[in-house]
């Protein structure tokens, strides 16, 4: 169901700098994107995604599920979010073209207009990545 949702109706961003594919799941506590790293990507370096375009995948994820909530639960357009905090950040490494990376955003806090959630990168089993972001909402929607 959230596959056939076009994904740049839910972000702020536009190509080239969308770096998610698919919302795959959403409620209220989590939700998931995935990615399917490329070479024209614009965060690939050396055969993979650079840790750059990781965390923007992550925040994305996150733009995603505001952008769902937004869009499909308050029936209002979708806002832009900025990055207040990057924390506890640790890559075991970066995913390689071809692969497909699945990021799970779990919400820890919402007070105003300000999110706090822990992040888990998977390409398949593997944990390639986790971080805590700080996300804020703008007043501007489109």
Avoid: W
Wanted: charged letters at 25%; one cysteine or more.
């Amino acid at each position: 169901m959230f596959t056939e949702i076009n994904i740049i109706d839910l972000l702020p961003q536009r190509p080239p700098f969308v770096m998610v594919d698919h919302l795959i799941g959403y409620d209220e506590a989590q939700s998931s994107c995935d990615l399917t790293v490329r070479s024209d990507n614009i965060f690939f370096e050396e055969g993979c995604l650079a840790a750059a375009g990781l965390i923007e995948h992550i925040a994305q994820t996150c733009a995603a599920r505001l952008g769902y909530y937004n869009l499909y639960v308050l029936k209002t357009g979708v806002r832009l979010g900025f990055i207040g905090e990057v924390k506890d950040l640790e890559i075991l490494r970066l995913p390689r073209e071809g692969e497909t990376i699945e990021t799970t955003i779990t919400v820890m806090q919402e007070i105003y207009d300000v999110t706090l959630v822990n992040a888990e990168v998977r390409a398949g089993q593997e944990v390639i990545a986790t971080t805590r972001l700080k996300i804020a909402q703008g007043e501007a929607s489109f």
